[in-house]
């Protein structure tokens, strides 16, 4: 059974760091794209960051681009997004997803419908 469990959001001041952890079970990493989306109420979801596992290339979308990491650990077929400066405006639900790697990682981090499987998000709040 395929399943994506996140993990290590929270309330944190403005400028504070935190990093959350996406946990997959039923498959392994290497052939897919793995995505961290976000969505706050009453907006679109956004792709924030993505890796595309066997070939390296990560991509960061410009609102987070040099204060986001996106990272592995293979052993434990985990994905991480560590989080710096965080801003009032990164507050949303954060999502892990994973699709097959069927176009180019900035296309695919501009449209959530290129993923398949999904956890079920972990609140991120930055606020002082």
């Known amino acids: 059974q395929v399943q994506l469990v996140e993990s290590g959001g929270g309330l944190v001041q403005p400028g504070g760091s935190l990093r959350l952890s996406c946990a997959a079970s039923g498959f392994t990493l290497d052939y897919y794209t793995i995505a961290w989306f976000r969505q706050a109420p009453g907006k679109e979801r956004e792709g924030v960051s993505c890796?595309?596992?066997?070939?390296?290339?990560?991509y960061y979308a410009d609102s987070v681009k040099g204060r986001f990491t996106i990272s592995r650990d293979n052993p434990k077929n985990t994905v991480y997004l560590q989080m710096n400066g965080l801003k009032p405006e990164d507050t949303a639900i954060y999502y892990c997803?994973?699709?097959?790697?069927?176009?180019?990682?900035?296309?695919?981090?501009?449209?959530?419908?290129?993923?398949?499987?999904w956890g079920q998000g972990t609140q991120v709040t930055v606020s002082s």
């Open positions: 890796f595309k596992i066997r070939a390296g290339n990560t």
């Open positions: 997803a994973a699709g097959p790697q069927i176009s180019t990682i900035q296309t695919m981090c501009r449209h959530y419908t290129y993923f398949t499987y």
